[in-house]
């Protein structure tokens, strides 16, 4: 098991609030830290087969700068978040019909993460 616990928690899902989430955990896990990653009701579509993220109105240029800079796209950073062994959550959200998932997601209450997070080593919200 690993020595380190990071729990970050992915609240929306405009493009420019995505990254950041994502990559800390796949960061992290690529230290070998143990890495739970949850999704709130408005971040839980980014695990969406269908989900197209879309940057806030006014930085609509996002998408182009980050092709540009050949950054991985959503999927290919949720890929490589699953086969790093980053854990997948729902927090609060019923979400059995509305969602294509990705990737296999738990769902828990949001104080089943706030109890995780209290013993993590460091804990990141978005």
């Known amino acids: 098991m690993a020595d380190r616990k ?5 609240s929306h899902d405009e493009l420019e609030s995505v990254y950041p989430p994502l990559n800390i955990a796949v960061g992290a896990a690529s230290s070998g830290a143990d890495v739970i990653l949850a999704f709130s009701r408005d971040g839980v579509n980014i695990l969406d087969n269908h989900y197209t993220p879309k940057p806030s ?14 950054a991985p796209t959503i999927k290919e950073l949720l890929g490589i978040a699953a086969e ?7 927090v609060d959200a019923d979400y059995h019909e509305e ?8 769902q828990v209450p949001i104080k089943w993460v706030l109890n ?11």
């Open 116 to 126: 995780e997070s209290s013993s993590a080593d460091l804990f990141v919200h978005f």
């Open 99 to 106: 969602v294509d998932l990705n990737y296999p997601a738990e």
């Open 57 to 70: 109105k006014g930085i609509e240029y996002l998408s182009e700068a980050l092709n540009s800079f050949h």
């Open 6 to 10: 990071v729990v970050v928690l992915a």
């Open 84 to 90: 790093s062994g980053v854990r997948f959550y729902i």
